[in-house]
């Protein structure tokens, strides 16, 4: 959940990439795990400052989203993948860990499948590259957005009123972008994308359905598909320590992080 | 109308038997608890001959009154003694349970007996948090997340893991599977959480012991809830499970009510018994608040002769909306199974018959 605390360890910085002026925010120190956000825009939750413990996060807001310029020249998600490749070499940064958000992990898959040596994990979070037929993104009122972002939209207090300008660029972007419901380009390449994958589905995601997670376990070689219970498709905002204890082991440890470390002894 | 007989693995106590929960273990003679284990499947067999659709079985630990812990174990030693009756586990008790364990359980006994097996997945009553030490302010959480759980083990194609509250898995994975479809799957409760997790997930309900009326507003709860998910549930979505003392005639009934031990066996000590209802305030029917149950005496719902139980069994269907009763025909635990059999056979012979198009 936000709240007044969220984001405060991270400062803002900008890199230049094709042509655009990329603005960041990061914090911690340690392995870089750059996330690309969702269709939302980027957002700081809970999720990234338990994440920043253990790793340099870089949160980028990809060109078109949020105060950036508007994009048009951007024509597919493949494009955009490279442009964020471009932005981290320019941030001095080879190989790194790598976190997408719903329309921003189609994004990631492409980056992953484009620059397959330098992601050394990868986690999807309610990744929107494998949709039902006719999905459409969140639309309409406040409420309504909230209502189909989160699990328990009451629980999260007053959401931030979104700017129609900024909401009606990015809508644009998005609707160009985000590519077919089913992308035989990108599926054909996740066949053989031997990077150690997490995809993350809320039990309640109303975005895009839990279910879809099977698709990412069939076709990826090295895939591992976590449920996250009550959580709606803003899993880092709705539990963000679920989503940090997950994400942070499985970045640490890959296939090993089935082995469970916790201990039971309860009076030594 | 589907009838079943709630079957309790009826230990038949001698007299000086402790009456306190929990029961000692040295109180326990091995002899008379494998007769009533062999009686068990007898009178599985019984009430199938006579035409009851399902029986059931339940999960209750440490007293003679039912002697079942593991319901799973009950409805395994049933199939295989008894060729086709429908054997419902209502239930096992989810919140003290690992939920994967019982998926896997499940499924095994769906394969074992496909087409048979019936499930219930239940919160449990206060007291059974006493056996295996459940906090019981965490019971409702537990509950609600480990049948979401089960339903994913059985529902879900590709190895998983579970990020939960209170249940914690990295992989899960079961074989084998249940049928496809799963089960028949009721969600056991009155309360408001209950009926609405139940329609979310495309459930039946199963109530048990109130009133027609109280338990006719749970139900409405749950089909309301069933609406806004977009489905309506019919007659055998819904479980009523009661207690029935039928006799050759309402007075020979009401004789036997007059009769009946108005203390609850095997119950726990009353300081106990008040601090458990102080552990646990969230119980409701339909969301208005009602209290715990701690493992009292429950109520005789339906009581009369063969014409005056069919009108009971009318009421109940028309308030309720019940489609499937399930049936005592004697309090778990007494120790009179001569008297349950003749109610059984009477069911059986004056009642069923005239109840199938209710």
């Known amino acids: 959940m936000a709240n007044s605390e969220t984001g405060t360890a991270f400062t803002e910085g900008f890199v230049e990439a094709d042509g655009f002026r990329i603005r960041y925010l990061e914090a911690g120190q340690g392995t870089p795990l750059i996330h690309l956000h969702g269709a939302g825009g980027m957002r700081l939750t809970r999720g990234h400052d338990l994440l920043g413990r253990a790793y340099r996060v870089i949160a980028f807001e990809m060109p078109g989203f949020g105060q950036s310029p508007e994009n048009t020249s951007t024509a597919t998600m493949a494009a955009l993948a490279a442009t964020m490749a471009a932005a981290v070499t320019n941030l001095r940064i080879d190989r790194f860990n790598l976190l997408g958000t719903s329309f921003g992990g189609k994004a990631a898959l492409w980056l992953a499948a484009q620059h397959r040596e330098r992601v050394l994990g990868l986690v999807l979070e309610a990744p929107a590259a494998i949709r039902p037929a006719g999905t459409q993104p969140p639309s309409g009122t406040p409420e309504e957005i909230a209502r189909r972002l989160y699990a328990h939209p009451d629980r999260l207090g007053p959401l931030p009123v979104p700017d129609p300008a900024i909401q009606a660029k990015t809508r644009a972007l998005v609707a160009r972008l985000r590519g077919p419901d089913r992308d035989a380009a990108l599926e054909a390449r996740m066949r053989d994308l031997a990077t150690p994958t997490l995809v993350l589905f809320g039990t309640l995601d109303h975005v895009i359905p839990p279910e879809m997670g099977r698709h990412y376990k069939e076709l990826m070689p090295n895939c591992h598909l976590v449920f996250v219970y009550d959580a709606g498709h803003a899993i880092s905002t709705e539990r963000p320590e679920a989503f940090a204890e997950v994400t942070t082991d499985f970045l640490e440890r890959h296939e090993a992080f089935v082995i469970s470390r916790t201990g039971t002894v309860i009076h030594p | ?358």
């Open chain 2, 1 to 358: 109308m589907k009838i079943s007989y709630f079957e309790t693995g009826r230990y038949v106590p001698p007299p000086d038997l402790p009456r306190e929960w929990p029961v000692p273990p040295a109180a326990y003679d091995p002899a008379t608890g494998a007769e009533a284990f062999r009686l068990m499947a007898e009178r599985v067999r019984f009430v199938e001959q006579l035409g009851f659709d399902w029986i059931s079985v339940s999960e209750h630990h440490y007293s003679p009154r039912i002697l079942t812990p593991s319901p799973v174990v009950s409805a395994a030693w049933l199939a295989a003694r008894v060729p086709t009756i429908k054997i419902a586990l209502l239930g096992p008790i989810v919140p003290t349970s690992n939920p994967i364990r019982i998926a896997e359980e499940l499924a095994m006994l769906d394969t074992l007996a496909p087409g048979r097996i019936v499930v219930g997945l239940l919160r449990g009553t206060t007291n059974e948090y006493l056996s295996y030490d459940l906090n019981p302010s965490e019971a409702r959480e537990r509950t609600d997340e480990g049948m979401e759980l089960i339903l994913k083990a059985w529902n879900e194609p590709q190895p998983f893991g579970w990020q939960g509250r209170y249940f914690h898995y990295r992989t899960v994975s079961i074989w084998p599977r249940p049928q496809q479809p799963p089960p028949p799957t009721y969600v056991l409760g009155t309360s408001a959480e209950a009926g609405a997790f139940a329609a979310r997930n495309h459930c039946g309900l199963g109530v048990s012991y109130g009133t027609f009326e109280s338990m006719g507003q749970s139900t409405a709860y749950y089909r309301q809830q069933c609406a806004q998910y977009g489905w309506a549930p019919g007659p055998d979505d819904i479980i009523y499970r009661a207690n029935m003392i039928l006799g050759e005639t309402d007075d020979a009934a009401e004789d036997a009510l007059n009769r009946r031990d108005k203390q609850a066996p095997f119950p726990v000590r009353a300081g106990l018994r008040d601090a458990l209802l102080q552990a646990d305030t969230t119980r409701n029917i339909a969301g208005e608040k009602r209290p715990a149950n701690v493992g009292g005496v429950l109520p005789i719902s339906f009581c009369g002769g063969p014409d005056r139980v069919v009108e009971q069994i009318r009421r109940c269907r028309d308030t309720i909306g019940a489609g499937v009763l399930d049936l005592s025909l004697q309090d778990p635990g007494a120790g009179d199974t001569d008297a349950m059999m003749a109610g059984l056979e009477l069911f059986g012979r004056k009642v069923l018959p005239r109840i199938r198009d209710i």
